[in-house]
């Protein structure tokens, strides 16, 4: 049994963290400032804060941070719910912005941010609403990266007994792209965790399945690798816009509406940046012993 001295030691050795709650259309974060003083986090203790039973609940988590290169504001570094970390994440892009903001780390509208698969510029917009540039989808294979002869629009995918055909797409961090009849009753459950692990996506990737409405609106579901299905994924939302503009399907601007809420896509074609636009809230601040 520890004795009182112990018990006392163990609790002084543990650090209070702060924290903002945030949303992008459903797509929940906790965001941190590891910009005005380190914060280290390890897997462990990213996975127990993302628990929505015993911990705060997020899908990722977004960590602020001084900037490693010249010329950039910030940079940004994305945890999933399971600890691991990835390259980019487009709601919480927009969360990020509002976050530097609401807590004067920057007074500028349009920042230049540093990822883990290069720079993006969110820019806050007059009324509220915030977009991001989140610069060229990367198509060849071995970027994604993806197991494949050569780049094609759309692959056969065979997940089971099923044949799947899909788009792969990074938008910094690897997607799949798959069209159904009807998003609400799709099978993102079932598939979306074989995709998610599929021998041809050795990074993993994120599944989406995607209802064409018309070619200038889709609705959009998304199993996300290391998350599970969120309510909504903007990085998940530029690559069904970037695969349906190639398969001729759709055409710039895209409505993307998701179970949380509605984006603006834009992008107009082979090395252009796609463009997304969005809400970004703040639900509420706190802090939590680890
Ligand atoms: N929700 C995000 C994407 C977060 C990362 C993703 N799960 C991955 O592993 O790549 C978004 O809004 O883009």
Same mark, same amino acid.
């Given at each position: ?21 945030? /949303?992008? +259309?459903?797509? =929940?974060? *906790? ?6 003083? $380190? ?30 290169? !010249?010329? #950039? =504001?910030?940079?940004?570094? +994305? ?6 970390? #990835? ?19 920057? =007074? ?21 609403? *915030?977009?991001?540039?989140? @610069?060229? !989808? ?6 994604? $990266?993806? #197991? ?7 692959? &056969?995918?065979?997940?089971?007994? /099923? ?28 598939? @979306?965790?074989? +995709? ?5 996506? !050795?990074?993993?990737?994120?599944? @989406? ?5 018309? !070619? ?15 309510? &909504? ?6 690559? &069904? ?11 710039? $601007? ?10 603006? +896509?834009?992008?107009? @074609?082979?090395?252009?940046? *796609?463009?997304?636009?969005? $809400? ?11």
């Amino acid at each position: 049994m520890a004795s009182p001295r112990d018990a006392q030691l163990t609790k002084i050795k543990k650090m209070k963290l702060t924290f903002t709650k945030m /949303q992008g +259309i459903g797509n =929940d974060f *906790v965001v941190i400032d590891g910009y005005s003083a $380190p914060v280290n986090l390890d897997a462990a203790t990213i996975q127990r804060l993302a628990d929505r039973h015993f911990g705060i609940g997020f899908d990722q988590l977004l960590l602020v941070e001084q900037p490693t290169v !010249p010329g #950039v =504001d910030f940079r940004y570094r +994305i945890f999933n719910a399971d600890g691991g970390e #990835v390259e980019q994440c487009g709601n919480g892009a927009r969360c990020f912005v509002r976050f530097v903001h609401d807590k004067a780390l920057t =007074d500028q509208s349009e920042i230049r941010v540093e990822t883990a698969r290069g720079i993006i510029q969110p820019r806050l917009e007059d009324d509220g609403l *915030v977009t991001v540039n989140m @610069g060229e !989808p990367r198509l060849q294979p071995d970027e994604i $990266p993806f #197991v494949a002869d050569a780049a094609a629009v759309t692959y &056969a995918l065979v997940v089971g007994e /099923q044949t799947l055909e899909i788009s792969a797409v990074s938008m910094g961090n690897p997607h799949a792209v798959m069209l159904v009849e009807d998003v609400q009753t799709a099978p993102v459950a079932s598939l @979306g965790p074989l +995709i998610e692990k599929h021998e041809r996506f !050795p990074q993993r990737v994120n599944a @989406g399945f995607m209802q064409v409405v018309s !070619p200038h609106h889709i609705q959009l579901r998304v199993f996300e690798r290391g998350s599970g299905e969120t309510l &909504a994924c903007g990085t998940g939302a530029c690559a &069904a816009v970037v695969s349906g503009i190639r398969r001729g399907i759709l055409q710039s $601007p895209v409505r993307v509406t998701t179970r949380g809420g509605e984006l603006s +896509i834009s992008w107009h @074609g082979e090395h252009q940046p *796609v463009l997304m636009t969005g $809400p970004a809230e703040t639900v509420f601040e706190g802090s939590i012993d680890i």
